[in-house]
């Protein structure tokens, strides 16, 4: 037969197949897998990018460019040349004065049309600036400023009043009640006024030399905002600070990472899952094909053609369940992403086509990795079986198969992660928890054989019997019920972790510039109002000039190194080590106030820029340089909110420098009646309400938990799978037995009883396997992963054992109950 | 499967006089938790064109290994098999398998059908491994001379141990092979239903001349039989 034929002779076999119900199992297994990998990729690939978008808010575009100097003509004209929206907005420090002539700093920004490209500015008009009007995306009017609560409570504004700024004289139309990248600028802590930027040159409030931000906004596709980020990289670098979403806010960047590693997690356990299904049913198909094999062979097959008829039947099989898990996995993302769209107040951005293709590649490395070998052995067959009727030489849990196995499972993981180390360390995770269910799985077994009376003899008896496969079968009970109460429990106790990190006290109001004599009266005032702050912290403005004694303006210096060197840091001093702080590397110094000029260095910010444990920093503030020794090195948790410092330094190296003090609390009352008179009572300090940047970060912590509840669905999908050819694996041998239970007088009642026992004493098994793997799995995913506090949860380990006995009995049950009730006569003739 | 050597063709088909199978000098031995074991001692044997045989002996005394060697399913330890010509020890599995293809049928005590298979497909099955553009055609041809037309359409399962026996014959007998190699054919079969089945597989092997080796334990089938050995002590006597 020549290879056409043979493939012909293979679909006409698969039609066969599939009406007298042989590949079932695996058909619906490799639907799984794909629908799931195509939905869980379809769906995270959209929710990621639109979570991505919404994170884009905070920079009020997915891309900008930054820039002490007016930005080049050819990048804007480059990008101008390119699919992508822009906008511009440039911000500098002026001084406002009203018609009764009080004056006040505030923090320019001149915009285009067209910014926010991401996010909304959330106006209200100046007759009633209370009453948020629609949200638009236009720049102010030509004549016209917008400005926010602050100015307005503190130059007592009113409709109808003019503002003098520059050379101009504008007119206050809008108060400002949100500015989606106003947590970009966290302390640019005067108040905001909003001009167009047609009307800046006429103000003639920038010249040369004027402290001025430039920066381009841009919004579109991810491969055009690449494309443009290497761009203005490879050409303008020396001038040009770009900024993505994830570059942004560590608040946010850790929001967002978490969200998908979270969804991540979700598709690597589903296809782990839909994998381990397909690879039990492909065995359960070789083996069924063990006899067919044979008797082709007899007839004249050879032994390739026999592997090729047997292949070709699995891959048709496999491109008709790709093409229908495609269709669902499409309409099942479809469902989800309307039912989110809302959520997100915006349409997701339309699913790529990587995804089915990789669900589609997912479902034949399973195939070829779980089923070749098993499907070679039956082609290999000994044809005296059709004579002798000894199948021995099929078990396929030789070395070979199972490193076949793993180097599937090795593909298929770094398929949809990209990442080497994770995939190896999956694999490395997958033969540690096979072992181990294997290892203690067969202890068990034949503890239970022992333990059993007379009454269980018969079902424990089936499970020593049959131990191969009962050992295969409770490993895979355990991978499926594991999954099971990852998603069902671990999932809720990672996210409720999630949730708590940012607790709901979490600070919402900063204030800074503090002068050193407010700040008792301040303490107090706080004090009085009820108000806890998590400490008042010194603050001093401060260039960088020395790393261990070498300036960092010298000849060799990088342009980001200049950059460095330009800019001021906020540091502080303290005795102790700030909330919420930890020390990972070296020491904090004495406490009594003794220590000799030390510094403590936030790690991740020693890290990028090779800041050692004793190395010594040179500072100059207000014309003062002083020299510390690095101390330790510590970690900060940004996402708290509070008041935290990349370099704290010990009181000897900044103490009497000009300095002014910063804190953070959180407050329940309305912004603006809290701080009612702190700036009368405490000239120069400057309030910030954070509270719509931590509104912000909870929702789009709620929004990704939302979507991995979804995304987990599919994973409980691919875990019932897993169960379910589980169970059927071992339907060929329990027919037999049954058969010649039944003709021996056992009772329906008798065989009923050892079916959902046996079953049962599996389930429970693979149940107290699972809650250990999954506590153990949850341990380290809270502690590497998701660094997130871990909570044993005692459920687990009731609803694993309790839950895997009474659930695998019942699946057991109903998957063998036709075998019982099949007349013993027919029932021996199948067996036959 | 693949296209057949030229030599087979012209010696299976020539005339009726030649031999179709041949062993000589055949031994098997196997390896067994005693150390070796000899299960066929130096056997010989001949079976000419249209010739019937029939090898008898007790259970366990190597009939079964004597068919499935002289069918080419096994090898000999020892020894020399010809089959429609061709040296069966010179041949690998793959080329043993295409020189049974077609040329070659065969009939098991249980009977053998693929059970996701129906009845008509069981009987194409032979003719799609070579290729036979008319295998439906044939099959059902071949259902009907057997008497299951009406069953063409069944599974195994949902047919008496009779039944399948008739479409397991259908499939042997559907390429017209030369050879037939039967392994206990009523086996599984009450005397009645193993009569019948006994009645059709010679008539069929009367009308398409085919040389038939079967193994029982079945003296009276063994007595249709041109010649009957007896397998005894790993020997194959005449009886």
Redesign the interface.
């Known amino acids: 037969?020549?290879l056409t034929?043979q493939l012909k002779?293979a679909w006409?076999s698969l039609a066969?197949?599939l009406?007298?119900g042989?590949l079932r199992v695996l058909a619906l297994a490799l639907l799984v897998a794909v629908a799931s990998v195509t939905a869980v990729g379809f769906f995270t690939d959209r929710i990621g990018r639109a979570v991505e978008r919404q994170a884009g808010d905070v920079l009020a575009a997915d891309l900008i460019a930054t820039s002490g100097f007016p930005l080049p003509e050819a990048l804007f004209e480059s990008i101008d040349n390119r699919p992508l929206d822009s906008a511009q907005h440039i911000r500098f420090p002026s001084v406002v004065v009203n018609p009764r002539d009080e004056s006040q700093l505030v923090a320019v920004k001149a915009v285009t049309d067209g910014y926010p490209l991401r996010g909304t500015l959330k106006l209200a008009d100046i007759k009633e600036p209370a009453v948020a009007l629609p949200s638009g995306t236009s720049a102010p009017e030509a004549g016209n400023v917008w400005v926010d609560g602050q100015l307005l409570a503190a130059l007592a504004l009113s409709a109808g009043d003019t503002l003098e700024l520059g050379a101009s004289t504008f007119t206050v139309s809008k108060v400002i009640l949100f500015e989606p990248d106003r947590g970009q600028n966290a302390f640019e802590f005067a108040p905001r006024v909003m001009i167009n930027m047609q009307d800046l040159a006429a103000a003639e409030l920038i010249g040369e030399g004027s402290r001025a931000r430039y920066t381009l906004l841009m919004s579109g596709p991810t491969t055009e905002l690449e494309a443009a980020r290497d761009f203005i990289n490879a050409e303008y670098s020396d001038q040009v600070r770009v900024q993505g979403v994830r570059d942004g806010s560590p608040q946010m960047k850790r929001a967002l990472d978490r969200a998908q590693r979270f969804l991540g997690l979700a598709s690597v356990v589903t296809v782990l899952l839909a994998g381990a299904a397909i690879a039990l049913a492909v065995r359960h198909f070789a083996y069924r094909q063990a006899?067919?094999s044979?008797?082709?062979?007899?007839?004249?097959?050879?032994?390739?053609?026999v592997i090729v008829w047997l292949s070709a039947r699995l891959a048709l099989i496999a491109i008709v369940a790709s093409m229908a898990g495609i269709v669902i996995g499409w309409l099942a993302q479809l469902i989800l992403a309307k039912l989110l769209a809302g959520w997100f107040g915006l349409t997701l951005p339309a699913p790529g086509v990587l995804s089915p293709i990789i669900g589609m590649m997912t479902a034949f490395i399973a195939l070829a990795g779980f089923g070749l070998l098993p499907i070679i052995k039956a082609g290999r067959v000994n044809?005296?079986s059709?004579?002798?009727?000894d199948y021995s030489g099929l078990d396929s849990s030789s070395l070979v198969a199972s490193a076949l196995g793993l180097v599937a499972t090795f593909l298929v993981v770094f398929l949809l992660s990209k990442d080497a180390l994770l995939s190896a360390i999956v694999v490395l995770g997958v033969v540690a928890m096979l072992s181990v269910f294997g290892i203690f799985g067969r202890l068990m077994i034949s503890a239970v054989r022992a333990m059993a009376g007379q009454r269980f003899r018969l079902s424990t008896a089936g499970l020593q019997r049959r131990a191969a496969s009962s050992v295969v079968q409770l490993a895979a009970f355990a991978m499926g019920i594991m999954a099971l109460l990852l998603i069902s429990i671990v999932r809720v106790d990672l996210l409720a972790a999630w949730e708590q990190d940012l607790p709901a006290d979490a600070p919402n109001v900063f204030v800074v510039n503090i002068q050193p004599d407010q700040v008792e009266g301040f303490a107090k005032q706080l004090e009085s109002q009820g108000i806890e702050s998590t400490g008042i912290y010194p603050m001093v403005r401060a260039r960088l000039v020395a790393h261990n004694g070498k300036s960092i303006v010298n000849d060799e210096a990088s342009e980001q190194q200049l950059r460095r060197a330009r800019r001021e840091y906020n540091l502080s001093f303290s005795n102790t080590l700030p909330l919420n702080n930890e020390i990972v590397a070296g020491e904090w110094w004495a406490e009594d106030g003794s220590a000799p000029p030390l510094l403590s260095i936030e790690q991740e910010w020693a890290e990028e820029r090779g800041y050692a444990i004793g190395d010594t920093l040179t500072f100059k503030a207000a014309g003062v340089e002083t020299t510390a020794t690095v101390a330790n090195w510590r970690e900060v948790d940004w996402e708290s909110f509070q008041v935290n410092f990349f370099a704290v330094s010990s009181p000897a190296m900044l103490e009497g420098l000009p300095s002014t003090y910063v804190t953070s609390f959180h407050i329940e009352e309305n912004f603006a009646s809290a701080t009612t008179g702190w700036v009368r009572q405490f000239p120069g300090i400057a309030t910030l309400d954070i509270g719509a940047i931590i509104t912000r970060v909870k929702s789009l912590m709620d929004r990704a938990s939302l979507a991995v509840e979804y995304v987990f669905l599919f994973t409980l999908l691919a875990g019932f799978c897993v169960l379910l050819a589980a169970v059927q694996s071992s339907q060929g041998e329990r027919i037999r037995e049954s058969a010649l239970l039944r003709a021996l007088g056992a009772s329906h009642k008798q065989l009923r009883e050892a079916v959902v026992l046996e079953f049962a004493i599996l389930g429970a098994i693979a149940g107290l396997l699972a809650a250990v793997f999954a506590t153990g799995i949850a341990w380290s995913l809270s502690q590497y992963v998701f660094e997130l506090p871990f909570r044993l949860n005692v459920w687990l380990w009731v609803i694993g054992i309790f839950g895997g006995a009474l659930g695998i009995a019942v699946a057991g049950y109903l998957a063998t109950r036709r075998v019982l009730f099949t007349p013993p006569i027919?029932a021996l003739?199948?067996a036959? | 499967m693949t296209s057949q050597p030229q030599a087979i063709e012209n010696s299976a088909r020539d005339d009726n006089a030649g031999v179709v199978l041949s062993g000589q000098s055949i031994a098997k031995r196997v390896s067994g938790p005693d150390g070796n074991l000899t299960i066929l001692h130096a056997l010989d044997i001949d079976v000419q064109s249209g010739e019937t045989v029939a090898i008898v002996g007790p259970s366990g005394s190597g009939k079964s290994t004597v068919l499935g060697i002289l069918a080419g399913l096994d090898t000999p330890t020892e020894g020399r098999v010809e089959l429609l010509g061709e040296p069966l020890s010179e041949l690998d599995e793959d080329s043993r398998a295409r020189l049974r293809a077609g040329k070659v049928g065969f009939v098991f005590q249980s009977f053998q059908l693929l059970p996701g298979l129906s009845a008509l497909e069981n009987v194409m099955l032979p003719l799609e491994i070579t290729g036979d553009k008319d295998a439906s055609v044939k099959a059902s041809a071949m259902l009907e001379k057997v008497g299951l037309s009406e069953r063409s359409g069944h599974l195994p399962l949902q047919l008496s141990g009779g039944e399948q026996q008739r479409v397991a014959l259908a499939r042997a007998f559907v390429t017209q092979p030369s050879v037939l190699f039967a392994d206990e054919p009523t086996g599984n079969l009450d005397s009645e239903t193993g009569d019948k089945v006994v009645e059709l597989m010679f008539s069929l092997r009367e009308q398409q001349g085919t040389s038939v080796v079967l193994v029982t334990h079945d003296d009276t089938l063994a007595s249709r039989c041109d010649r009957t050995l007896r397998m005894g002590n790993g020997r194959l006597e005449a009886v």
Not at chain 1, 296 to 304: D, I, K, Y
Not at chain 1, 386 to 389: A, P, W
């Open positions: 037969m020549n034929k002779f006409r066969r197949d009406k007298a042989e006899d067919a044979a008797v082709m062979r007899t007839l004249g097959a050879t032994r390739n053609e044809v005296m059709v004579l002798q009727r027919v003739r199948h036959n």
